[in-house]
């Protein structure tokens, strides 16, 4: 198993950056994939863009295509989401999640993910 918590969310203003930070605990991290989610009130959660176990190939959603990156560092057991150009839709609870070995075109699935932290708010003013 492994325990998920994110760090780094806050509001900004429009056209900053910032970064969140997704601590895991627990062994075997380096065979997880890690994914980026978010979901805005009222709103279903969505994908941001995933980080892979084996390759540590990206995916990202086109809406944050060229301005999110997410990277890992096995040896710290984090991952991490940097957002840049923030935009007001942007606006969500974050939330860090974990799948075993997940591939492919499911990473972009919620459904894999069987870890997932308690989110953290990233606001994002016009």
């Known amino acids: 198993q492994v325990q998920l918590v994110e760090f780094g969310g806050g509001l900004v203003q429009a056209g900053a950056s910032l970064r969140l930070s997704c601590a895991a605990s627990?062994?075997?991290?380096?065979?997880?994939?890690m994914g980026w989610f978010r979901q805005a009130p009222g709103k279903e959660r969505e994908f941001v863009g995933a980080?892979?176990?084996?390759?540590?190939?990206?995916t990202y959603a086109d809406s944050v295509k060229d301005r999110f990156t997410v990277s890992r560092d096995n040896a710290q057991k984090t991952v991490y989401l940097q957002m840049n150009s923030l935009k007001p839709e942007d606006t969500a609870v974050y939330y860090c999640?974990?799948?075993?070995?997940?591939?492919?075109?499911?990473?972009?699935?919620?459904?894999?993910?069987?870890?997932w932290g308690p989110g953290t708010q990233v606001t994002v003013s016009s």
């Open positions: 999640a974990a799948s075993w070995r997940l591939m492919g075109a499911g990473v972009s699935n919620p459904n894999p993910y069987h870890y």
């Open positions: 627990g062994r075997s991290f380096t065979s997880y994939t």
């Open positions: 980080v892979e176990w084996a390759d540590v190939s990206t």
